[in-house]
Nanobody, 126 residues
Framework: QVQLVESGGGLVQAGGSLRLSCAAS????????LGWFRQAPGQEREFVAAVSRGGGTTYYGDSVKGRFTIARDNAKNTVSLQMNSLRPEDTAAYYCAAKSTISSYTPTQLHEYDTWGQGTQVTVSS
């Protein structure tokens, strides 16, 4: 079983940047795809980004393409989300997620992930 702990959230002005980190622990972390999701108050949790086991394949939600970058370091068992050009609509709780996968298959759907962190809050002021 994998455990996930997010960090790096905070308050930032529109146009600014933040970097979220997720520390993964447990067995066979390198065999898990890792993703980021976010949930604003009153809204459903939505896909932000995901990275394959080896780090070579990435996917992004349409609203963050070109602004956010996901990356993983399998030596350190971490996954990061670099967020640039932040907008007020990016305000949400951000969650790290993991799913044991085969080869380079990288889930992008909420229901595909079975392990979640506790979340970290990102607030972007206008």
């Amino acid at each position: 079983q994998v455990q996930l702990v997010e960090s790096g959230g905070g308050l930032v002005q529109a146009g600014g940047s933040l970097r979220l980190s997720c520390a993964a622990s447990g067995r066979l972390v390198s065999r898990h795809s890792l993703g980021w999701f976010r949930q604003a108050p009153g809204q459903e949790r939505e896909f932000v980004a995901a990275v394959s086991r080896g780090g070579g394949t990435t996917y992004y939600g349409d609203s963050v393409k070109g602004r956010f970058t996901i990356a993983r370091d399998n030596a350190k068992n971490t996954v990061s989300l670099q967020m640039n050009s932040l907008r007020p609509e990016d305000t949400a709780a951000y969650y790290c997620a993991a799913k044991s996968t085969i080869s380079s298959y990288t889930p992008t759907q909420l229901h595909e992930y079975d392990t979640w962190g506790q979340g970290t809050q990102v607030t972007v002021s206008s």
